[in-house]
């Protein structure tokens, strides 16, 4: 059996995502998943969030379906790429 390893890197304040992953789940991941890379052997996945990102954190504050539905369909870009 083969393990794969991930490694995941933000470009942002660390402080600020680790404090609200702590203190509320759902804007950390929003933080997380605005400006990320996942980096594997030969493959490289970046997640960059291109629209207002007030709006991501209110509806990550009060409703969490409607952030995820902005993150999809508002402006985000996956970029893939292969060594």
């Known amino acids: 059996m083969q393990t ?3 490694r995941i890197h933000y470009s942002g ?14 804007i950390g991941l929003v933080l997380l998943a605005t400006h990320m890379r996942v980096v594997s052997h030969h493959k490289e996945i ?8 007030f709006w991501l954190y209110f509806w ?15 402006g985000s870009i996956v970029k ?4």
């Open 4 to 6: 794969k390893t991930y």
């Open 80 to 83: 893939h790429a292969s060594h």
């Open 13 to 26: 304040s660390k402080f600020w995502m680790i404090f609200w992953l702590l203190i509320f789940f759902p």
């Open 46 to 53: 970046h997640f960059e969030y291109q629209g207002a990102r």
């Open 60 to 74: 990550a504050l009060f409703f969490f379906p409607i952030m995820l539905f902005l993150l999809v369909f508002n």
